[in-house]
């Protein structure tokens, strides 16, 4: 019995060492974890793309910028706002992947535009594409039509008609709807657009209300029309 302090001191001693070179192994795999958990910190997303025989990386980073690099590693594009998310996608129908980078604002489908330029095999931020949400390509045409709410719970909205000039969307068309005209009269009003100037060249007169045919009417009068608007 009077052996007992002693064995209980010899177990301390035991469990303390035991715990310290613990210490010593977790310090020792400490800093690759950390590595591992600083990178998964900084890549939130990232995705790979097979363009023109070249495989692009594009990742959003946080915090930092969007970046895209090549199967070589090396920067191909910078981008100092990160999107909320991207995805590659033939945008031009060209053939080559382009890079459609998505935010979350207001206005859905506020988007930017990467196009790949082949010649080079980089990508080229269109200007001022973000003027122009949810926008679709009209088929066989090097037109695009976009949407955008204007107001009254959607009952006022627009539709612009735009190319890509230069890798810039350049607006040359408008159809704005009126649903619930308070200084204008409910109907389509049709705009031809130069720069800041535009021109009404049809008005088609309809009812106060939500109108949910109105992507069939846009769809069928740019197909049909864009060709007169320059």
Known sequence: MRRTPEIAFIIFIILFNSCKYQGKELDAINPAQDKTIEE??????????????????????????????????????????NPSEFEFRD????????????????????????LFNSDNNTFVKVEDFIKFP???KIRDTDYYFSYHKSGCADNNWDSDLFKIVDYKAIRIGNIRGIGCGNEQENGIY?????????????????DEGYWDGKWDFMLDYWSRNYKNFK
């Not at 129908?93 to 206005?107: A, F, M, P, V």
């Not at 049709?190 to 309809?206: C, L, P, W, Y």
């Open 190 to 206: 049709i705009n031809n657009v130069n720069g800041d100037k535009v021109e009404q060249v049809k008005f088609i007169k309809r």
């Open 91 to 114: 945008y031009n129908k060209d053939g080559n992947s382009d890079l459609i980078l998505e935010y979350l604002t207001n206005t859905p489908g506020t988007e930017e535009l990467l």
């Open 134 to 136: 949810l926008s679709l």
């Open 40 to 81: 998964e910190q900084f890549y939130f997303d990232c995705k790979k793309q097979m363009i023109n025989q070249i495989e692009f990386e594009a990742c959003i980073s946080r915090p930092g910028t969007f970046e895209v690099k090549n199967l070589n590693n090396n920067i191909t594009y910078t981008h100092d706002e």
